[in-house]
């Protein structure tokens, strides 16, 4: 608060003392920012009056991408005064993500694999055996994931092969339709077999499926993978899931609410992982500080002792955090009055829990 008085001060005072007062305010400001910054933490939900700042036409950002390139811009222009380890915790309207669909991987379900699973007769009987089977062999997939998958198939007195696409979407595996060349003729985007932006898709599609659909049911739903353009003559497979409500089909997209989190890294700001925390009373029992739930902060030994105290507390809380992962630790130290302190700690390359300056 010092910093900002003296600031305003200069800002008075050159009014009354300077010719050309500005550039010597400037100046004087960047030095004084640049060699001792104000550190800030700030939570904030942005605002339609911030979106329209920002150039967007809408009230929400068409990616985390996007928003990781405006918000830190929007922070560097209405915190100028902030530096390094400053943190702000914006919640920002993402448009849902469509999910891209990666190179399918192709595979066939062995003898083997059915007995794995039970699967006595070495075939499947339902869908939901299909998605069993995958969830079981490729546990670690993630949403885009896509096997083609060739198996046994038992329906009404016969066992044939079949083979289908799969792929993973909302921590489940879906088999989509895919849009043929006729289909995209048939909804006016034949000469690119492509949509050229979501928006499209999302207002053609509906009524695609309800003519393919004429019978379709309330509660139906089906899995899309469409073309979609990116720009410069590149095109990506996506998936996107719609729903009939009984009158007409439309699809999971609108925005999602998310907490993005950025630091001051004395230069800018940027995506950052920093992890706040405020030490419990369990904390303080953990290190032997109970009795009155804070640390002695009288002189450098303290600060040095409550610091250890720390680092044993952050390695017992968080014994999986990996390098490079940064904290924001909120304690209480007593020097004649008990008071909240921070300090800033980073997991550096060996793993250990020090000092972030």
């Not at 640049?34 to 911030?50: F, Q, R």
């Not at 410069?232 to 009158?247: C, H, K, S, W």
């Amino acid at each position: 608060m010092k910093k900002l008085v003296y600031l305003l001060m200069m800002v008075i005072g050159a009014t009354f003392t300077s010719c050309d007062p500005m550039d010597d305010i400037h100046a004087e400001i960047d030095e004084i920012i640049a060699t001792d910054p104000l550190v800030g933490t700030l939570e904030y939900t942005l605002t339609e009056e911030d979106y329209t700042a920002m150039g967007l036409d809408n009230e929400y950002f068409a990616s985390i991408d996007s928003a990781n390139i405006e918000i830190p811009a929007y922070l560097d222009e209405t915190y100028p005064l902030w530096g390094n380890q400053s943190l702000a915790s914006i919640t920002a309207n993402i448009a849902n993500p469509l999910i891209e669909v990666g190179e399918a991987v192709a595979y066939t379900v062995t003898e083997e694999d059915y007995l794995a699973l039970n699967f006595k007769y070495k075939n499947f009987d339902s869908s939901d055996d299909m998605v069993r089977f995958l969830n079981y062999k490729f546990p670690q997939a993630e949403g885009g994931d896509a096997v083609e998958l060739t198996y046994k198939y038992y329906s009404s007195g016969n066992t044939s092969d079949e083979t289908k696409l799969y792929v993973k979407a909302n921590n489940t595996w879906v088999v989509p339709y895919t849009l043929t060349d006729e289909d995209y003729e048939e909804m006016g985007q034949g000469r690119y077999k492509n949509f050229s932006n979501r928006e499209d898709a999302e207002e053609i599609i509906p009524n695609f499926l309800r003519l393919k659909y004429p019978y379709a049911l309330k509660g139906d739903t089906e899995t899309i993978l469409y073309n979609l353009h990116i720009g410069n003559g590149n095109t990506i497979e996506v998936i996107q899931i719609f729903n009939y409500d009984g009158q007409k089909w439309s699809t999971t997209a609108g925005v999602v609410e998310m907490v993005l989190q950025y630091g001051h890294n004395g230069t800018a700001w940027e995506p950052d992982n920093t992890i706040i925390y405020t030490l419990t009373p369990a904390d303080y029992a953990l290190t032997g500080n109970e009795q009155y739930g804070n640390f002695n902060y009288w002189d450098q030994d303290d600060y040095d002792a409550a610091f250890e105290n720390i680092v044993t507390i952050l390695e017992a809380r968080f014994p999986e955090a990996e390098t490079g992962q940064k904290f924001l630790v909120y304690f209480i130290g007593y020097a004649g009055a008990p008071a909240t302190y921070s300090v800033n700690v980073i997991v550096n390359d060996e793993g250990e829990f020090v000092l972030n300056e």
